[in-house]
């Protein structure tokens, strides 16, 4: 059996003591326990959302981004896939604002709710079965380079058709698609994939939305093209109309248009501003994040981090 790394071991018994929402109440992590025929384990039954919280050294709290958001759209996202978050978006919130306040966390983090079929049975299907629920904070830094700029793959696997699974539900069993296609490109040398439809559009990465900059315009596929409907996307688009005056455009983009562009930003809860500076071993612009990416980048970090007061709405601290 091969030893743990000493640093790895000291985590997972700090993660022991982290609070977490599960079955309904507060509790530790490490008494918290599914069996192992729990339904979403086998048949991948679960929705999921990614929520970031952002420490401010300055304002000495955290701040939770956009977090109403997050929760309103894990609900509708369980309805497509006949399950019922159990409580309000009101409620969730101040469940996760005790959860963060009890870890007491001075480091950026991620919050992790998921819903999911419960029973300890086998048989595929989504009806007449129960749902659990549970809410996990970790502390989360870089999901990917946000700095110097990621090397991208478009890949051989194609992205999910809303019409096979509801693409856009954060169904943790079509995860499994946005896998191969990271691990394909980690494997062949790359940081991170970028995905087309089954039409050959750009669809987005493996767990980001996209978008390219080319003649001044900031450009995106819509969401008929099979993405996750993102708020972090959302996000940049209003700060892009708002705040630097750039056009916005959603509609259909080739691949080709990718290997042209002036610029590329991958986006997400996770991966928050990521600019892209190469594809398929072909550098974009010149081989460096763009103005208009460092731009962006440094509205959306002020914005979470309650550095911009403007934006205080969008914010949820945790004293």
């Known amino acids: 059996m091969t030893e743990q790394a000493p640093a790895a071991v000291q985590q997972r018994r700090a993660q022991a003591d982290y609070w977490v929402y599960f079955d309904g109440e507060l ?17 991948g039954t679960g929705c999921f959302e990614g929520i970031r919280a952002y420490w401010s050294e300055s304002q000495r709290r955290l701040n939770v981004f956009r977090m109403p958001e997050h929760f309103e759209r894990m609900r509708g996202n369980a309805r497509m896939l006949h399950m019922e978050v159990p409580l309000p978006v009101d409620e969730l919130c101040a469940i996760t604002v005790e959860l963060l306040r009890r870890n007491a966390f001075t480091t950026d983090v991620y919050v992790r709710p998921l819903v999911y079929k419960a029973n300890e049975e086998v048989g595929i299907r989504f009806h007449d079965l129960r749902d659990g629920f549970m809410i996990v904070t970790v502390p ?7 700095t110097g700029g990621i090397r991208c793959q478009v890949s051989s696997w194609r992205r999910i058709d809303d019409n096979v699974a509801p693409a856009r539900s954060k169904s943790s069993g ?17 940081d991170e994939a970028i995905v087309l ?23 995106t596929p819509p969401v008929s093209e099979n993405i996750v409907e993102g708020i972090t996307r959302r996000t940049l688009m209003t700060f892009a109309r708002d705040e630097l005056g750039i056009d916005v455009v959603e509609r259909v983009v080739d691949r080709t248009e990718l290997y042209i562009a002036d610029e590329v930003i991958l986006c997400g809860t996770g991966a928050e501003v990521s600019p892209v500076i190469e594809i398929d071993r072909r550098r974009i612009g010149d081989g460096e994040p763009g103005p208009v990416t460092r731009r962006l980048q440094d509205l959306y970090f002020r914005a979470c981090k309650g550095d911009d007061e403007r934006h205080a709405e969008w914010l949820t601290p945790v004293g």
């Open 197 to 219: 439809t089954q039409d050959g559009h750009v669809s987005e990465g493996s767990a980001e939305n996209i978008f390219l900059l080319r003649r001044g315009c900031l450009v």
């Open 140 to 146: 989360f830094g870089a999901y990917v380079d946000t």
């Open 174 to 190: 079509i995860y499994v698609n946005s896998a191969l296609a990271k691990t394909e490109a980690v494997l062949n040398g790359f």
């Open 27 to 43: 509790r530790r992590y490490g008494d918290s326990h599914l069996g192992l025929l729990t339904h979403a384990l086998h048949y």
